[in-house]
């Protein structure tokens, strides 16, 4: 099936629209798969106006989160498990234990992602798994390379990803050099996708997703190969198509 791109001349357009989206999804017993970055800021802003409006409950959803950095724990205000905290978890009813992100500062990283591995697997599948993209490709944290049948794992970030991640730490070298992600088969294992991308930073990232032949090179290009993705771009991210 054809991946359904949609532009929007806005960005609170298309906050709105993926917000409608995720919400139009959230249910008892939904399984949500949530991402951290700049991108999708703006949908978890519309999300908990919609829940302080009372038009939408998390009661019974369960979210669990792509990746986390090594090193940090959850009260590191740089950690994704902070991230969550401010942006989203805060301001709406998700119950605090169906709150689910990798343990930054586990002793054993490697038995951390085995973990929440098999924690994915008793949780999910995801029913609406939320992506950002880098501008190398990546999603989650799955690096350019990452072979499209891997599972949660330690992952050394690309330079690209930590210089994009520095502001947020002062410098690329104080951006933690590796991370736990969900793997590939994790979130192709989603039963619907959806993508947000922002800015010129990401078009040449999203020319290759959306036009190229899938290739690990470009992680996000395997999303050509599930069946139910809408990738939602506003004009700069989508000028190269
Ligand atoms: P960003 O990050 O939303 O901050 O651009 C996206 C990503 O790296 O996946």
Do not use: C
């Amino acid at each position: 099936m054809a991946i359904d791109v949609q532009i929007f001349e806005s960005e609170q357009e298309l906050d709105r629209k993926a917000a409608e989206w995720l919400a139009a999804r959230v249910r008892p017993g939904a399984v949500l798969g949530l991402a951290t970055g700049n991108t999708p800021i703006g949908m978890y802003r519309e999300l908990a106006a919609m829940h302080r409006r009372g038009q939408i409950s998390f009661a019974g959803v369960r979210a669990i989160n792509l990746d986390e950095y090594v090193g940090l724990s959850r009260e590191h205000p740089e950690s994704f498990a902070a991230f969550m905290e401010e942006h989203l978890f805060r301001w709406v009813d998700i119950a605090p234990e169906d709150r689910h992100i990798p343990n930054g500062a586990a002793p054993d990283p490697v038995q951390e992602a085995e973990r929440y591995e098999k924690l994915y697997w008793e949780i999910g599948p995801v029913d609406a798994q939320v992506l950002g993209i880098g501008s190398n490709g990546h999603i989650g944290f799955n690096e350019p390379g990452t072979p499209f049948d891997s599972v949660t794992h330690v992952v050394e970030l690309a330079e690209a990803t930590r210089i994009a991640n520095a502001p947020a730490f002062g410098s690329p070298e104080a951006v933690p050099r590796y991370a736990i992600t969900l793997g590939i088969r994790n979130i192709m294992a989603a039963r619907e996708i959806i993508l947000l991308a922002k800015g010129a930073s990401k078009a040449e990232a999203i020319r290759r997703t959306l036009k190229e032949t899938p290739t690990p090179e470009v992680p996000a290009s395997v999303l050509q190969t599930h069946p139910n993705v809408i990738v939602l771009l506003d004009r700069e991210a989508a000028k190269l198509l």
